[in-house]
């Protein structure tokens, strides 16, 4: 049972453009959402995170994009450049688990043409 | 900068082998985790520990245990390897006695199981 849907799985993408890359769930106690950024033959790391508490949270040309009530969330990389094609993964913790465990997104493959 | 470092790169094994894949973390971190990455399905949680010799099963323990005997190193043992453990393996470590914060993960093992 997947605890966090991303879509869309590939997305292409012209230089300047606007990339979007969607999620939803449907645990009321997820209470922190990060989004994770993995390079080919790297390991993913921590692009940028937000808390249920605000709508929206910035950080350069990233932004996530957040609706509590439709349990959705949402990166969008303004100015795509070719340097961020790249594998993105949404996440949501679970407050009530042991640990507070990460579910994760299937991924979406992102690629920015010049 | 926190390193966790995976022992192997690239790993060949033959079906029915003993697999160990190692986990090293440098940065005191109380958790650890094993992570499968398999092409459409994303990063599925093996297992965790969140503290030296207490472990936890994931969403995938099946075919799988772990060991962790000193706090910065966390094993993954494949008791007998299969062709459908052939994935990517990735470990990842994280600060925090109670929540689970930011992940750091390593480079990943690309284990081929023959």
């Known amino acids: 049972q997947q605890q966090v849907k991303q879509s869309p799985q590939s997305l292409i993408v012209q230089k300047g453009g606007i990339s979007i890359i969607n999620c939803a769930y449907e645990?009321?106690?997820?209470?922190?959402f990060p989004w994770y950024q993995q390079f080919p033959g790297k390991g993913p790391a921590l692009l940028i995170a937000?808390?249920?508490?605000?709508s929206e949270k910035k950080e350069g040309r990233f932004t996530i994009s957040f609706n509590k009530s439709a349990k959705q969330f949402s990166l969008h990389i303004m100015d795509s450049q070719p340097g961020d094609s790249a594998t993105y993964f949404c996440a949501a913790r679970d407050r009530g688990s042991t640990l507070g465990r990460l579910y994760f997104g299937r991924g979406t493959q992102l690629t920015v043409w010049p | 900068d926190v390193k966790v470092t995976q022992s192997s790169r690239y790993l060949v094994k033959r079906t029915g082998e003993k697999v160990f894949l190692e986990c090293v973390q440098d940065?005191?971190?109380?958790?650890m985790f094993w992570y499968r990455q398999d092409p459409g399905l994303g990063l599925r949680l093996i297992y965790f520990s969140y503290d030296v010799k207490m472990k936890e099963k994931g969403d995938i323990p099946e075919g799988y245990s772990v060991s962790r005997e000193k706090k910065e190193r966390f094993s993954l043992i494949l008791e007998s390897a299969s062709t459908n453990q052939t994935s990517m393996y990735l470990c990842a470590s994280s600060v925090g006695v109670d929540r689970a914060e930011k992940l750091f993960f390593g480079s990943g093992t690309q284990l081929s199981v023959l």
């Open positions: 940065m005191d971190h109380e958790n």
């Open positions: 645990n009321t106690a997820f209470d922190y």
């Open positions: 937000i808390r249920p508490d605000v």
